[in-house]
């Protein structure tokens, strides 16, 4: 994972070089560790000036009325003005691309950025929606039943940083 | 958490709805600062207020509250429908009913109005205030403001002053602060202290007493203006002299570092003066601002037609 979070950061630097206002937003829950690795790599590389957000996008789901819990919210945490910023969302996996369609609409809700970008680390196949990502860590390839599940150490605190690929039935 | 169909009372809530309610209201007050207030969490559904007593700030918090999370807002107008002309409650519901609102906001003078229109409506349910009963969004908007104050509320200590007897607030607020472990105390004229009050609830006669037991937070209740010509009811004279927020009493309050809170309107004058209003402990502008956030995030957890309505 280390590798293509690398990649990811690189990437992000070389097509923002010379952004004045370049903000990292992670989509809750493991875009938002996502967003901080991408940041801890881009200081690595000297780009001290990285603006980091999360964004709790379950009020802009478009299933929400279909869910049968209520969600707890974790509320958004942009503590900088989007306006004029250069935007990346990060999300560990784009699947049908929804979760990113209500993350820009909710992002449009907090100001005007000057332009918005999607990274994530898990591109698979799935998409509902005309979505497509600006830098991927990793291209998958699944069958429609199965599911990508990425881990992050800091977030599911089992002690590692691992993608699983499961099928429909070994989904817990 | 499950969704709920109805919000009736304190009682029948888990400790689990509780924190649920109170926590999600955080990040819903966060949207107040954003340029865009307002989430599209129930766009397309509609909330009718049905006040059969007047409140124009619990209305307006409510629809506040509805706007922020896109509902439309309708309001039944009892004073000017057919209810004055004798039309019953359930008649009014069936009405509601055929117009399929999704939430319904009642206020009655008679307690357990709230629960009867429960029964015979789909929609959700949230009772803005039933006689004497209950008032249950103002209890959390209370609990909340505490949270806002106190990191941990068990231990704590609030005084309620006022009509206990006739308040619902009072009711709501000190079982929802009690159930969080709070501790509270009623400063009340005997004839307006309730007949039954659960023993680890401390009883006052006056402010002296009252603040030996060393509270943190003074809970004022509003002073029902119509009630000042009842025959066991004080003077406005009388009541702000020996219950009321004085100019004297601010000053031991600051000295302390004791908070006030109200649930509005005040009445300048009665139940606190106009420099208990400037006190820099009062958390009146806070309830407010905090009941819209409450009540957004109670809309946002009720569901029409959620299991666990009224049987």
Redo the contacts between chains.
């Keep these: 994972m280390a590798g293509a979070v690398r990649r990811l950061a690189e990437a992000i630097s070389a097509k923002n070089k010379g952004a004045r206002k370049l903000a990292l937003i992670g989509i809750h829950k493991r875009g938002v560790p996502l967003a901080w690795r991408i940041a801890h790599e881009l200081r690595a590389m000297g780009d001290a000036d990285v603006l980091i957000g999360t964004i ?1 996008i379950t ?2 789901r478009d299933d ?1 009325a279909m869910m ?3 969600p ?5 945490d942009i503590p900088f003005d989007i306006d004029d910023a250069q935007v990346v969302l990060c999300d560990e996996v784009l699947f049908t691309g929804r979760s990113v369609r209500a993350a820009i ?2 992002l ?4 005007r950025p000057a332009r918005v970008q999607l990274a994530v680390l898990i591109d698979r196949d799935g998409r509902e929606f005309p979505i497509q990502p600006d830098y991927v860590g990793e291209k998958v390839s699944v069958s429609p039943d199965e599911r990508v599940a990425v881990r992050f150490e800091e977030v599911d605190g089992d002690g590692e940083d691992a993608v699983y690929v499961q099928t429909s039935k070994a989904v817990k | ?3 709920r169909k109805d919000l009736l009372d304190i009682q029948s809530l888990t400790d689990e709805e509780i924190t ?1 309610v109170l ?2 209201a ?3 007050k ?1 949207l107040f600062r ?3 207030k ?4 129930l766009k397309g559904r509609t909330m009718l207020t049905l006040f059969y007593e007047p409140s124009t700030r619990t209305r307006s918090s409510f629809e506040v509250a509805a706007s922020r999370l896109s509902a439309d807002i309708t309001h039944f107008d009892v004073e000017s429908s057919s209810v004055v002309k004798g039309e019953s409650v359930l008649d009014t519901v069936e009405t509601l009913e055929a117009m399929k609102v999704d939430y319904i906001v009642v206020r009655h003078k008679q307690a357990g109005i709230p629960n009867l229109i429960a029964k015979n409506t789909a929609a959700s349910v949230i009772n803005a205030g039933d006689g004497w009963h209950a008032h249950p969004t103002q209890a959390l908007l209370d609990a909340f403001t505490l949270r806002e104050i106190f990191k941990d509320l068990r231990g704590a200590r609030t005084l309620i002053v006022g009509d206990i007897q006739h308040s619902r607030v009072a009711r709501s607020t000190s079982l929802l602060l009690r159930r969080l472990g709070m501790n509270v105390a009623y400063l009340a004229p005997g004839s307006l202290m309730p007949r039954e009050i659960p023993p680890e609830i401390p009883q006052f006669g006056n402010w002296t007493d009252a603040l030996d037991w060393k509270p943190d937070v003074v809970y004022l209740l509003r002073v029902q203006t119509e009630r000042l010509d009842e025959p066991f009811f004080p003077s406005a004279a009388e009541y702000h002299k020996n219950y009321g927020l004085t100019d004297a009493r601010v000053q031991i309050l600051r000295e302390r570092g004791i908070y006030v809170m109200h649930p509005g309107p005040v009445n300048r004058g009665v139940e606190i003066t106009d420099k208990g209003m400037d006190y820099e402990r009062t958390l009146i502008n806070a309830q407010v601002e905090n009941g819209i956030a409450v009540r957004m995030s109670v809309l ?2 009720l ?1 029409p037609g959620a299991e666990g309505g009224v049987s």
């Design positions: 709790d009020q802009y929400l049968k819990m209520v707890k919210l974790e509320g958004s609409d909710e449009l809700d907090h100001g | 958490m499950n969704p649920f926590e999600n955080v990040p819903f966060d954003r340029s865009v307002k989430v599209p969490t946002y957890w569901r």
